[in-house]
């Protein structure tokens, strides 16, 4: 998903950076898709939308803070550094 990359560094706080290693495993269990892109990026990006939603305070206070340059990309680590987590502990 090389187009949310771009799309996320002109919107940061609306689309964020959607990777195949990361995000993909995080939502679908794996790093390949078994449905089209278009659909896949709705499907993530409204629950993207649910997570920001529900942790906005939280994120909102790491904004600024290291890699977290933006609302979007605060969830994005978060994501991140839960899958490290899981793959080290599996």
């Known amino acids: 998903m090389a187009n949310s990359k771009a799309l996320h560094h002109v919107l940061p706080d609306l689309v964020p950076p959607i990777d195949r290693e990361y995000t993909f495993n ?19 990006f409204c629950q993207l939308d649910e997570i920001a939603r529900r942790n906005l305070s939280e994120i909102g206070s ?17 994501i991140v550094g839960y899958m490290i987590n899981k793959q080290r502990t599996a």
């Open 62 to 78: 790491s904004v600024g803070r290291g890699w977290n340059t933006s609302h979007s990309k605060v969830v994005d680590n978060a």
């Open 26 to 44: 995080f939502f679908y269990d794996r790093s390949t898709l078994s449905i089209d892109e278009g659909d896949a990026f709705q499907e993530m």
